[in-house]
């Protein structure tokens, strides 16, 4: 029973309702992400209302002492388009609705880290992101959630930040809007970037060429390098159709050893997973999920999980069919993803320089 509210909740939304016949679908690749100039965006956020978490100024609040580091997080995709237009506008009721419930679904698995901020943003709907029409970046909402993500990030810097080491968090949707910060605003500010003890972009795809074509960024290659880019995407061991998150071009780390090697790593080698009910109420399972790189997918091969249970909802098939396992990437890897992120953290501070 308790993997029915996988169905349910957790990205019931996400990609459900999203109607569409085009096809095939894959991710975006880096050249379709705004540069080398990025977009400027409309949204204002010095207002209060455009911020999904925004802790008060921690250091002038009485009793309150703020975590040594930040976690700024990026929400995936949250609303159902039914209407013409493929871009939710930020103050979309049933996105800002089902952003709360990734904050504590998601977000919150890094909590403990650090000061969690996350920016509402205006998101692409779904099947327009993964579409392989070449024509599509070209549109004039295609730009929205990377301008707003820099934008949100910058004043984040600017206002909140207080120059403290930070940690980037995404999934998603989410991680492709960390993917165009990472090329662009770290690019042009080297002393924040300095800052900035990981990336997580879960559920993005990142490949070789991405890397050499961004000198500046670099991949994790074990539990404790810093200042790199973590990123996976999660299969069954079988798959009913294409996934549009495989390639064998993909930089993949395995979420339990934390290292790019093919070895399978046991379900007991798990720190947990969680079971996230309908209101966000979160159930932790230990020794759930395995893991294994499979280098001819790119893919990180779960195979101790229902695969029916765990992918999306029947009505996304058309998008993630069953054993696609996109949607519970950080779900399966929970406590092992906090874990690492406090060991990043705890080697961060012991060398920086402030």
Not at 101 to 124: I, W
């Amino acid at each position: 029973m308790r993997f029915l509210f996988i169905h349910l909740a957790a990205l019931l939304l996400t990609l459900c309702a999203c109607q569409s016949s085009q096809g095939p679908f894959m991710i975006p690749r880096a050249q379709e992400i705004p540069q080398p100039t990025p977009p400027v965006s409309t949204i204002d956020y010095g207002d209060p209302d455009n911020w999904l978490a925004c802790p008060p100024a921690l250091s002038a609040t009485p009793g309150v002492s703020p975590k040594a580091v930040d976690v700024f997080f990026v929400y995936p995709t949250s609303w159902r388009n039914t209407g013409s237009i493929p871009l939710a506008d930020i103050s979309n009721p049933e996105m800002r609705q089902w952003a709360r419930y990734y904050l504590k679904t998601r977000a919150s698995a890094l909590e403990p880290v650090g000061n969690v901020y996350a920016p509402f943003y205006r998101q692409l709907d779904a099947a327009y992101l993964l579409s392989s029409d070449p024509g599509k970046s070209k549109q004039p909402y295609w730009d929205a959630p990377f301008a707003d993500i820099i934008a949100a990030f910058d004043y984040y810097i600017q206002h909140y930040n207080s120059g403290r080491p930070f940690i980037l968090f995404g999934h998603s949707q989410g991680s492709l809007a960390l993917q165009g910060l990472l090329f662009n605003y770290m690019r042009d500010n080297p002393e924040v970037y300095d800052r900035m003890v990981a990336a997580y972009t879960i559920g993005a795809v990142w490949t070789a060429e991405d890397y050499a074509s961004h000198p500046w960024l670099k991949p994790a290659r074990s539990s404790s390098d810093v200042g790199v880019v973590i990123a996976y995407n999660t299969e069954a061991a079988r798959v009913d159709g294409p996934n549009p998150f495989a390639t064998a071009k993909a930089v993949t780390i395995n979420p339990l050893s934390w290292t790019q090697t093919t070895a399978h790593i046991p379900q007991a080698s798990s720190l947990g997973s969680v079971i996230a009910a309908p209101d966000g109420t979160l159930t932790a399972v230990s020794q759930l999920a395995d893991a294994r790189y499979e280098p001819s997918r790119g893919t990180i091969i779960c195979s101790t999980v229902d695969r029916e249970a765990f992918s999306s909802a029947p009505a996304s098939r058309a998008y993630f069919p069953i054993g696609v396992l996109h949607e519970n990437d950080i779900p399966l890897y929970y406590f092992d993803l906090r874990h690492n992120a406090m060991e990043r953290t705890r080697v961060f501070l012991a060398t920086w320089k402030r």
